[in-house]
């Protein structure tokens, strides 16, 4: 067996259960009530075959900038928040919370983000999360990451990567020294258990996002042109992943890791280089 296919059987057979159900459009899209999912991370419906569930799939398995990928310096343009007009609203009071059945993801109703990239404007259009992160930071994989999605009218799209680490809550000492959990994060995933099942939805308390503000613009991004992480995996997408993290404790993330179960892609080859699926095949 030639190693790319070994390196393809291993990816296959290394993920761990899903205890969330998976499924369901792109995370662009809202699911339909009671829509039956179209793509998931296991099996026949996973990520090494989403290129046979439609036509539209193909690019999963012939793009040559997919996502996500390792982040490493040679494959990223490093730039300042400043450079992009970040803009998220202080408090939020309209947000719902929904499960996808791929991801859980935040909308919010009136108040809205923006940014700002090669002065074209784009507006946020939701955030979710995946599980473990999606990118690898310089061949470090963390727990979670969120991706907030822009889009523009005529339906460019930009994503800002946030990774999600762990906090250890049970030393004061601990918490002393180091970052605190998020509080916008740990009043969201406060009600992730009552949007356990599929196709199910609540409302947020009100947020407070500026936290995220301010961590996001006290940093840098490290910018690439890539593509979605889900079906139908469209390029052009620009990616805006953060050098902040964010925190959460333990035990909401084991609340969390308990609903979403796992939703990552692999990891994709360098941005401008063959498909690893069209390798296998060739």
């Known amino acids: 067996m030639s190693p790319i296919n070994q390196l393809i059987l291993l990816l296959a057979a290394s993920v761990t259960p899903a205890l969330g159900f998976c ?9 339909d009530e009671g829509e039956v999912p179209e793509f998931g991370y296991f099996g026949t419906k996973g990520p090494l075959l989403w290129n046979k569930l439609a036509t539209a799939n193909a690019v999963c398995s012939t793009g040559t900038r997919q996502s996500p990928i390792n982040m490493v310096p040679e494959v990223f343009k490093l730039i300042d928040a400043k450079d992009i007009k970040l803009t998220l609203p202080g408090n939020v009071d309209d947000a719902m919370f929904e499960n996808l059945g791929t991801t859980v993801e935040v909308v919010m109703k009136d108040k809205k983000g923006t940014i700002t990239l090669d002065k074209v404007d784009y507006t946020l259009k939701q955030f979710h999360f995946h599980h473990p992160s999606e990118h690898v930071d310089n061949g470090v ?18 994503v800002i990567g946030v990774y999600v680490d762990i906090i250890d809550t049970s030393s004061i000492m601990r918490l002393a020294r180091r970052a605190r959990p998020s509080k916008m994060l740990e009043t969201i995933f406060a009600s992730v258990e009552d949007i356990a ?32 992480t889900t079906p139908p995996c469209s390029e052009g997408v ?8 964010l925190m959460l404790s333990q035990k ?3 609340k969390v890791r308990d609903v979403i179960g796992f939703n990552s892609r692999y990891p994709q080859n360098t941005p401008g280089e063959a498909n690893l699926l069209s390798m296998v095949t060739a």
Do not use: C, I
């Open 197 to 228: 099942k599929a196709d199910s939805e609540t409302e947020l308390p009100k947020l407070n996002m500026s936290e995220l503000s301010k961590l996001l613009l006290a940093g840098k991004f490290q910018s690439y042109p890539g593509s979605l």
């Open 23 to 31: 499924g369901g459009h792109t995370h662009l899209d809202r699911r």
């Open 141 to 158: 994989s963390l727990p979670m990451e969120m991706h907030m999605v822009f889009t523009t009218e005529e339906a460019q799209v930009a």
């Open 252 to 254: 909401t993330f084991v």
């Open 238 to 245: 620009s990616w805006l992943v953060s050098t902040q993290k």
